[in-house]
């Protein structure tokens, strides 16, 4: 998928890369991820095809890899794990604010700077 991009209200500029993955263990299960990433290109897609191959391996060592959250259906239930830097609890909760909005908006679902 496309990256999406936008800025937190501290100015941090993000670069968010969604992945799905679906699960089987004795019931359907589909968890949504989305690593995050500081945007240091304003923007730019190029910026993705480096990380792109370096999603959800077990250590990722991008100094610009800020962690994911994912969200499991269909409790709406989030969690963050933090990547090279972590972000602060306000962040998390705006950045899941954010992407739920995405998610509940598919018109949404194109890159876009400072929502």
Known sequence: MKPIFFTLTNKLRLMVIPDTEAHLDGHPVISYTYSLFIDRDKGHEEQVLDKLSTLHLDKIIDPDYLGFVAFEQPANVF?????????????????????????????????????
């Not at 598919?106 to 890159?111: A, G, I, M, R, S």
């Open 79 to 115: 969690s963050y794990t933090a990547g090279q830097h972590e972000l602060s609890i306000a962040e998390v909760e705006e950045v899941i604010e954010l992407l739920t909005k995405f998610r509940d908006n598919p018109t949404l679902w194109h890159p876009i700077d400072d929502m």
